[in-house]
């Protein structure tokens, strides 16, 4: 396959604020430079140059961080990294920081370009992400089709951000897979990823493969893979080649991602990390898995401070949902306690909460309540475009967990809370499947108020309660 039938699929670029535009003006020149004169190493300061330029990255970091009057604290908010990254690099314990979180530290810090370039060299890292590139062409391939927008604001999930940021650009882990049931809200999350990566100036591809999970409202996918193509991972080895930079493999599901071979892609590509939406994860070594659960749910009570109540995560989406079609939605002491048991009862999950308030238009929320668990096509869109629902979503996750975990499930389905203990007599390896279970979204801690205890998500309680139906078993059959 031709590497134009390829640029099709992934998006390479760079920062596009006008911070980097300016920046990426002046790289045009850099890469005439070194297309006439070949690579172009930036000279690193020696020891003749004093003794700032000799500090190492720690005393650097340090020494700025104080002129700037911030705490650690102040500066990992500020740089959008965790403070115990900030702490290992201020004690040493990484001296070869990735030049990412350089980056934006740099940016963090209001660094001049001088001060910028000596920290990237303390750091040992070029300062310019061409000079990064060794197998740049001069001649960039042309800007292909964007990863898509994020739909909208992201609720909640800022430490799962913080953790995936992380994972990517502190420690450098060249693949990390998000993973959690059809609707959880992995796109979204790896979307606002993209957003503060390639604000930072990363280059990032995206690949949507065919197939993958797709439900009602799912973004479209502008990096999906022309008709026709054979073989995805020879064609996305061939467009990234030797670069740096990100690739997110968007719902690749059980059974490969769209037939993309992630472990032999990071073999080819060195500079290549990878980040995977997807059911399950793909058990390659080295791989991060960063379950995805629900958002927070409120607590159940006789009375709301709605302000608050409107803050609780599952809340704030239903209401911003709701609002879309009735703007005037508010919550009110005649509907609070319906919103309240409806998010508890969805178990937080985005979709469900997006499907429910969907259907908010033709039943009030007590009405919604009171349908619930007898009228499954709540679990559906109300736009009716005949994607799949989503108790055939959960059913597809369930079907991909080992046959112990399923037996787990169906024994524990119907009771309201058990602990690992309570599975011993069910499987040789009850802690395994119930991690198992745990990573696949299926199951969740029962709350705070119970701890050592968990429960099953209420849609696989819903699944099960389904199928045992004369209909549901002829279907699910
Ligand atoms: N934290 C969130 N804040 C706002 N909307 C969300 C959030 N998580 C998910 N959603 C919305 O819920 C729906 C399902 O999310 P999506 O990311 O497509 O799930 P998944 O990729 O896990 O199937 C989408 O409409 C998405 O925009
Ligand atoms: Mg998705």
């Known amino acids: 396959m031709a590497r134009g039938d390829t640029c099709g699929e992934i998006d390479w670029r760079?920062?596009?604020?006008?911070?980097?535009?300016?920046?990426?003006?002046a790289t045009g020149?850099?890469?005439?430079?070194?297309?006439?004169?070949?690579p172009r190493r930036r000279p690193l300061p020696t020891p003749s140059e004093g003794p700032r330029e000799t500090a190492s990255f720690a005393e650097l970091l340090k020494r700025h961080r104080g002129r700037r009057g911030l705490t650690?604290?102040?500066?990992?908010?500020?740089?959008?990294?965790?403070?115990?990254?900030?702490r290992?690099?201020?004690?040493?314990?990484?001296?070869?920081?990735?030049?990412?979180s350089v980056g934006l530290l740099a940016d963090a810090l209001r660094l001049s370009d001088p001060e910028r370039q000596q920290l990237h060299a303390a750091g040992g890292s070029p300062a310019d992400l061409r000079d990064a590139l060794p197998g740049l062409p001069a001649s960039a391939p042309p800007a292909l089709p964007d990863p898509p927008a994020p739909p909208g604001a992201l609720v909640g999930r800022e430490a799962e951000l913080q953790v995936l940021l992380d994972q990517v650009t502190v420690h450098g882990h060249r693949l990390v897979s998000v993973v959690g049931i059809s609707g959880i809200g992995k796109t979204h999350l790896v979307l606002e990823a993209v957003r503060a990566l390639r604000a930072r100036g990363w280059l990032?591809?995206?690949?949507?493969?065919?197939?993958?999970?797709r439900c009602c409202g799912a973004l479209p996918a502008p990096g999906g893979p022309p008709p026709g193509t054979a073989d995805p991972t020879t064609d996305l080895v061939a467009a990234v080649g030797e670069r740096h930079g990100l690739l997110v493999i968007d719902g690749a599901d059980a059974s490969g991602p769209g037939g993309v071979d992630v472990g032999e892609l990071l073999r080819r590509c060195p500079g290549l990390h990878v980040v995977v939406t997807s059911l399950t994860p793909r058990y390659l070594p080295g791989e991060r898995v960063l379950p995805l659960t629900a958002l927070a749910v409120p607590e159940e009570a006789l009375d709301h401070d709605h302000v608050r109540l409107g803050e609780v995560e599952s809340v704030a989406l239903f209401l911003s949902h709701m609002r879309r079609s009735q703007p005037g939605f508010r919550l009110r002491e005649d509907n609070a306690h319906a919103v309240v048991r409806l998010c508890r009862w969805l178990d937080g999950v985005p979709r469900a909460l997006e499907y429910a308030a969907g259907w908010g238009l033709v039943y009030p929320p007590e009405l919604l309540l009171a349908r619930a668990g007898?009228?499954?096509?709540?679990?559906?869109?109300?736009?009716?475009?005949?994607c799949q629902d989503l108790l055939r979503s959960v059913a597809r996750s369930v079907d991909i967990v080992a046959e112990c975990c399923r037996l787990v499930l169906a024994e524990v389905a119907d009771r309201p809370h058990w602990t690992v203990g309570d599975l011993d007599h069910l499987v040789p390896d009850p802690a395994a499947a119930l991690h198992t279970l745990l990573v696949h979204g299926l199951v969740r801690p029962a709350g705070a108020h119970?701890?050592?205890?968990?429960?099953?998500?209420?849609?696989?309680?819903l699944l099960h309660a389904r199928d045992r139906t004369p209909a549901g078993a002829a279907r699910a059959g």
Do not use: M
Not at 88 to 100: T, W, Y
């Open 14 to 25: 760079v920062n596009a604020s006008p911070h980097t535009v300016a920046k990426n003006t």
């Open 29 to 38: 020149l850099l890469l005439r430079e070194r297309a006439v004169g070949g």
């Open 72 to 86: 650690q604290q102040q500066l990992a908010d500020f740089a959008t990294l965790s403070v115990r990254a900030i």
């Open 88 to 100: 290992d690099l201020e004690s040493g314990r990484v001296r070869r920081p990735r030049r990412e």
């Open 204 to 213: 990032v591809g995206w690949h949507a493969p065919a197939g993958g999970t």
């Open 374 to 386: 007898r009228d499954f096509s709540l679990l559906s869109s109300p736009a009716g475009c005949g």
């Open 450 to 461: 119970l701890p050592e205890r968990f429960t099953a998500l209420q849609l696989v309680r």
